[in-house]
DNA sequence: TTTTTTTCTGAAAGCACTTTCAGTTTAGCA
DNA sequence: TGCTAAACTGAAAGTGCTTTCAGAAAAAAA
């Protein structure tokens, strides 16, 4: 009752079509060598039976799989799918298929570990390369190639595209204060994400250079979430001493911060200046200054670098940087000197 | 060079272990009758080696794979993201994992095809069951379970969830004639899709109901796409007697309804009302008043019930109807009675 | 101590396929 | 017509794993 009908083989093809396994199977890889009314024949029975090849089976024997793996934390956050966008493209215009993989879970349990584990399971067996989204980890042991999209670490063992975090955060940061704001707050990404340190850092050096003394009090943690982006948005606003513009790691905490506004009767641009960072298509409805990452063009390059690498060639490039681009929306505004 | 290392096999940790192969086999698969300190020898050796199963050879022995497949058109798509965010979450709750497939070109090849093609190549391989969103085929053979999400077809061969297309339809028609429209034009979804020719039903049903005559030259074709929303609203909108109110088949077509609204110079919604279907998160951003589908709910329970079937229970419903919800946002408003 | 039961382990078959190797036809040419 | 080359086909080995079967070792019972 559990396994219904068993599922139609090569075999089956075979003994219809009265030929060997063998035959089938070069007609089925497009080899040479076989007649072409056989191959028709056989074309046909494979038709009529509703044949198709057991993947596993197929991958074991030989190395050439036409498919690509993609291994994401969670398909739901909006940078994850912006991602998936650019990959999506980029395997509709190759000859490979495309094999998602996602636990879901990552909350739970550190990703590192499973990182290794999701990588070298497709690797091993089913997938001729992955590509890895957010990947904390610094090396990969695996026997196909690998290209990491926005990895943790600067410098990985590994190919790897990655936007140009704190460039793009220093000019953010150059934006803000050539509109005159001094007290600029900052929502923090999650600690353990490289990108999310590199645009700290953006934040600080951009504040050093402009001679503006640093006030730890305006820097507040964060996950990259809009729920703690609103709870610590509130809490920078409900400051004494409150900042007139707040940059937060990513647009996700930048929407709560507009949350927290609107709750406390703020308006954007005109008493709070907000910027983002990643540009998610929900930024332009929200008029959102942000930073655009190009993360579907990042999916893109990474897919086409790993069908390079597949295919034996080298890179020119080990780690590509995606230039960032501030992209100006009506979520700032020029500040008014406010009479001290 | 192409293959580098050759990945760790069973037999690799057995050898280090002093082992059979079978006896590592058991303490993967956490079968009885292997001594514990032998167990722990072994456990210690894998982790050390960093072997994991090839998913493709133990695909083929055994019948439990604990994954399920999910075959997406695009998903680039609002309307896929939306579902897969569903099927995330459940996935996330259960102890399988997700494997998604995509081709990328549905646009280029007719779907119908492909989609038996998918479904049998996971299903017959690598899958326990898979859930196939929006899919066009009537019928599939399959050895293992399938669920369809959304499937064009109202009356398939297996189980399925479905939105309750028609009547959200009537209830969207109903709230704007409520408001005083009489003039309502209609923006197709694509023909091949069931649940768009239901919601045309449900427009055309709503009139007569009413009472209003049907001018068919406020029904336009359609793709679901915001290009050729765009399209076909302007064309409405430069009728001589435009519509007071549009009704765009999705989201997305209403997108473009939008866009053409604002390149004519038409507020909305003072000059013109506007609805949509699916609720996309974009929607909420647009004030779009819209049908909610709870596609991501549809996602959960079609996962729920594909683990249902995959466990060899049966299903209480094989068709699972999502009740639609109209959500009044701010493109809509009553009719101005107007001097004729 | 012997017999029975329980615990543990390995050999080998089988899963559905690809690929190599060798063998049989057929065609090409003198 | 004979000989060589080309075209075609099948048997069988091998891929990494699970599972059955049976046998050995240890523990329990007699």
């Known amino acids: 009752m559990n396994h219904k009908k068993r599922a139609v083989t090569i075999q089956d093809v075979a003994k219809a079509a009265g030929v060997s396994v063998s035959t089938v199977s070069r007609v089925l890889n497009g080899k040479i060598d076989v007649a072409s009314d056989t191959q028709d024949r056989i074309l046909a029975i494979i038709g009529d039976l509703g044949y198709t090849s057991n993947l596993a089976a197929r991958s074991m024997r030989s190395y050439k799989k036409n498919l690509i793996g993609l291994v994401v934390p969670d398909i739901g956050f909006p940078y994850s799918i912006e991602i998936m966008k650019g990959v999506n493209r980029a395997i509709a215009e190759s000859n490979f298929d495309l ?71 220093l000019e953010v940061m150059e934006y803000l204060i050539g509109q005159g704001h001094r007290r600029i707050g900052f929502i923090s990404g999650r600690q353990d994400v490289g990108s999310a340190g590199r645009r700290l850092k953006g934040y600080q050096d951009a504040l050093a250079n ?27 606003l409900k400051l004494s001493n409150p900042p007139t513009a707040i940059f937060a790691a990513n647009d996700q905490s930048a929407i709560g911060v507009f949350e927290a506004a609107e709750e406390l009767g703020l308006r954007i641009p005109e008493d709070l200046s907000v910027v983002g960072f990643d540009n998610i298509s929900e930024a332009k409805y929200l ?33 590509y940087k995606m230039q960032t681009k501030l992209v100006e929306r009506t979520s700032c505004q020029k500040l008014i000197q406010t009479a001290y």
Do not use: W
């Open 287 to 319: 008029g959102l200054t942000t930073v655009d990452q190009f993360l579907a063009d990042m999916g893109y390059v990474a897919v086409q670098m790993l069908i390079k690498l597949i295919g034996g060639e080298l890179l020119e490039l080990e780690t």
């Open 99 to 169: 094999l998602l993989y996602t636990t879901g879970d990552i909350q739970k349990n550190g990703t590192d570990l499973h990182e290794q584990h999701y990588v070298s399971l497709l690797n091993n067996s089913i997938t001729d390369g992955v590509i890895i989204v957010a990947s904390a980890a610094a090396e990969f042991i695996t026997n196909a190639p690998i290209v990491a999209v926005d990895p943790h670490v600067v410098n990985p063992n590994y190919p790897s595209v990655q936007g140009t975090n704190y460039h793009g955060s």
């Open 210 to 236: 402009a001679g503006i003394d640093l006030d730890e009090g305006l820097i507040t943690p964060g996950d990259f979430t809009q729920k703690i982006g609103y709870k610590y948005a509130r809490q920078l």
